[in-house]
């Protein structure tokens, strides 16, 4: 029997050892992330969604400012950049029904120690909605955010994530996989009335938060029904988008991978996959 400190103290060891032996044969600088997204296709004046997962960049030997400089860099002032700020682990239907009460100013991100810091940064502002609030930086970053908790669902139409859509955005992967595309909601309400099934609540919500000017506000919406979310498969579309042209453009860093999809790819490919009766659920 190993004393519970030294299994720590032990454990505490080989992470230090095996993360300098990842370094070491797979570091990479803030320069080469950057270059690596150029040649992913990321270019000044993008609209540029991102999911990360800091545990599959941990080859990365720069800070995590430096991976937001870069990120900021690459899409340029006239872009913008989106990172999700969801304030719940789990689903929005149980962060509702904990009875928390959404702070847009104070109330952290759960989607990442990335998307928290990012949240914080300068000039960053917040998408005002108590559920699927969006951190955006950029020229038109006011623009995206406006009128977040009008929509009558949290990503559907006038969110963020729809007005990705509009302005032919990008959807990057930073060691995240597929499955944590918050704009699949979006074409989730578009093809609504295809579905065999909706993906939302038949209840509707009226849901207090305070805004940026800490005042007590409302919005109406319908959330995702948990039920069909566990049944959710967004790998599924995979293979449409491997099949398009430019729809899949992966490459490797370090010991992570780096994904760029065109929102509009997305879209279309699930379209196409629902009108040939072909669904991201196990139905």
Known sequence: MIPVP??????????RLRLAWLRRRHGFGPDDLRQTLRDLGIRPGDALLVHSALDRLECFTGKLSDILTVLQECVGEEGVLLMPTL?????????????ATFDL???????????????RSPGVIRSPHPTH???IWGSRAAEFARDHAACATPCGRGSPYAKLLEADGKILFL???????TFFHTVEELLEPRL??????????TLAFRNASGETVTTTTRLFDPELSRRRRIAR??????SRRGGWRHLRMGSGDLLLLNARDVRDALMDMAMAGEYCYDL
């Open 6 to 15: 030294w299994k720590n103290r032990l454990k505490g060891t080989w992470k």
């Open 87 to 99: 304030p719940f682990p789990g689903s929005a239907l149980e962060w509702v029904r904990s009875g």
């Open 105 to 119: 100013n104070r109330t952290p991100s759960r989607s990442g120690l990335l998307t928290e810091l990012f949240r």
């Open 133 to 135: 609030a969006t951190a």
């Open 175 to 181: 060691g995240a996989g597929i499955a944590s595309m």
């Open 196 to 205: 065999p099934r909706s993906p939302f609540t038949r209840e509707t919500f």
């Open 237 to 242: 579309v995979v293979p449409m988008l491997r």
